[in-house]
DNA sequence: CGTAGTTTTGAGTTTTGTCAATAACCGTGG
DNA sequence: CCACGGTTATTGACAAAACTCAAAACTACG
C-alpha cells in the first residue's frame, strides 16, 4: 500500500518505512541489504497474513514465492506414504522460509498458529541473490543454523526420552515466543508464560511421539510444579532452569 | 609430494595432476574452480590418510582445518553429558568437511573408516571463499543438500521401527559404496554387494537403536534372504527392491 | 446449556531396551 | 596351519518405555 512512497525521491538511501520497525530488518536475511538493495525488496515483497492451519507450499509443488516470517510459526513437515508424519522444522520471526537453486519443494509448509509472512517472488528473488553476494552469505549462514538445529534435534530424537524431548520442547519454544512476563518480578528470568503456538498433535509430530504421551509427560511436569497450562494452549514456566536441565537428562 | 610441479611453469592453466583424478574434482567443491583457482587451492591443499578410529575435530574445538572426503567415511556426532551418542551425519566421498564462518565444531568429527581427505587449512580456504563467489555458492548447495539429508534421516528417527530403518540405512549405504559386484550378471540393479564401513555401534548410534536391535533386525532381512551377511561386515543384498520397500513401509 | 472438538487419563499390548550368556571373527604367535 | 585371547556380534529372557484403543474431562462457541 505505501510501498511506493519513496520511489521517486531517494531510490537509493532512505529505509522503506514499511521495514523500519520490521523483526526482520536487523536480525533477518534484509540485515544484509544495503538501503538501495533494502527499498528494491522491498518494492518486490509484500505482507501477507495466513490464518493457522494452511498450506504454504505442498510436497513437489513448485513454490510461488520466498517469505520472510513476521509473526507466528511456521511448520515444515513430512509425510510418510502411510500417513504417518514428522515435523521437520519450526520457523519463527524472522526466519527466512524457502530453498533457493531448486523450484519445488520436498516438504509440506504449512502454518502452524496465525502467521504474518513478507513474501517475495521468486524470480526477483533468485535474481538479487545472484547479484548480491552478501545476501547469498546470509543466507548460507542461516542455513548452516538450521542443519545445527536439525541436527540437534536428530539427538532428540534418536536418543532422548519422551520426557527430555518435551522438556527440550517448552524450554525451545519458550526461547522464541514473545514472553508475556505477568508476573511483578520482572527481571525472573526462571520464569516466563506464553501461548503454545502449537496443538498436541502437532507438537507429538514435531517429537516424534504420540498425542497421548505428549500429554502424559506434560501431566508430570505439571505435577512436579515446573510448569502450569490452562485453556490447553497456555503455559506458564515457573522454573525454566529445572525445564532446562529436565531436557538434558 | 609432486604438489608443486606445475607451480612456475603455467600457473593458471593447467589443472594440478594430483586433482585430475580426484573424486572432489567434478562432484565435489573443486568443480566451482577455475583451473588457476585449483592450482592454488592444490597448493595449500594436503592429502592424508588417517586410520579408522580417529578424532578429526572434537567438540567446542578450534577446527584447524577443511577437507574434501576422498576415500571412506566420516562420521559426525553428538554426545550427551551422561554418554548417550548420536551420529548426526556420515560423508562420503566427495563430500567437504567443515564449517565455514565458524571457528569451534560443535561437533565430533571422526573417522568412521580407514579414510583419505585432501585437508585445507583453515585460513587459506576462508580467504579462497570470500574470493570466489563460484566456491560460496557451491558449498551453499552442497549445506542445502546436507539440510535435506538430515531432515530425511529425521523422519526415520521419528517416526519409522528399527526394522525401517535399518533397512534404509542399508540401502542408503549401498549407494554410497564402492560396488564390489561379483556376481555374473553385471547389470543386475537389483543386487549389490560392499563390506559395511560402520560398526554395530556406529550403526546403533546412526539409527537411534542399541547393537542389540540392529542385530536383530539385521538377522531378520537374513531370514528374509534380502541380505547375506559373512565376516560382520560383507555385505551382499539379493533384492535391492524389496530392502527399499521395507524401509518405507 | 449443549455440542463438537480437543485433551487427558486408564488399561492392556507391542516394541525396543537391558543384562547376560554364547558365538563368530581377527590377529598373533607357536 | 592351528590354537589362543581379545574383541565384536548374536541370541535369549526379562523389563521398561511408548503405543493403541477406549472412555472421561475439558474447552470453545453458538
Redesign the interface.
Known amino acids: 500500500m505505501t510501498d511506493s512512497e519513496n520511489d521517486s525521491i531517494q531510490p537509493s538511501a532512505e529505509i522503506p518505512e514499511l521495514c523500519q520497525e520490521c523483526t526482520a530488518r536487523h536480525r533477518g536475511i534484509c540485515g544484509a541489504l544495503r538501503p538501495d538493495e533494502l527499498t528494491h525488496l522491498n518494492k518486490i515483497s509484500k505482507q501477507k497474513t495466513f490464518a493457522e492451519g494452511l498450506t504454504l507450499m505442498a510436497d513437489q509443488q513448485e513454490a510461488p514465492f520466498f517469505a520472510n516470517v513476521l509473526e507466528g510459526v511456521v511448520k515444515?513437515s513430512?509425510t510418510?506414504?502411510?500417513g504417518?508424519?514428522?515435523i521437520?522444522?519450526l520457523q519463527f520471526a524472522p526466519d527466512f522460509v524457502g530453498?533457493?537453486?531448486?523450484s519445488e519443494s520436498?516438504?509440506f509448509v504449512e502454518t502452524a498458529s496465525k502467521v504474518k509472512l513478507c513474501t517475495i517472488p521468486r524470480k526477483g528473488f533468485e535474481q538479487m541473490l545472484g547479484d548480491i553476494?552478501s545476501l547469498?552469505?546470509r543466507?548460507?549462514?542461516q542455513?548452516?543454523v538450521?542443519?545445527?538445529e536439525?541436527?540437534?534435534?536428530?539427538?532428540a530424537?534418536?536418543?532422548?526420552t519422551a520426557s527430555e524431548r518435551v522438556a527440550g520442547f517448552l524450554h525451545m519454544i519458550a526461547l522464541h515466543m514473545p514472553n508475556n512476563k505477568e508476573s511483578p518480578s520482572q527481571g525472573d528470568k526462571n520464569t516466563t508464560s506464553f501461548d503454545l503456538p502449537l496443538t498436541r498433535s502437532d507438537m507429538a509430530?514435531f517429537?516424534?511421539l504420540t498425542i497421548e504421551t505428549v500429554s502424559r509427560q506434560l501431566s508430570k511436569l505439571k505435577k512436579r510444579n515446573i510448569v502450569s497450562i490452562s485453556h490447553n494452549r497456555r503455559i506458564v514456566i515457573h522454573d525454566m532452569e529445572l525445564l532446562e536441565k529436565t531436557s538434558?537428562?
Chains 1, 2 share one sequence.
Do not use: A, C, N
Not at 99 to 102: C, G, I, K, T, Y
Not at 150 to 155: A, G, M, N
Open positions: 515444515l513430512k510418510l506414504p502411510d504417518r508424519q514428522q521437520v522444522g530453498r533457493p537453486f531448486q520436498h516438504l553476494p547469498q552469505e543466507l548460507f549462514q542455513t548452516l538450521e542443519l545445527d536439525s541436527r540437534q534435534w536428530l539427538v530424537l534418536g536418543r532422548k509430530d517429537m516424534g538434558r537428562e
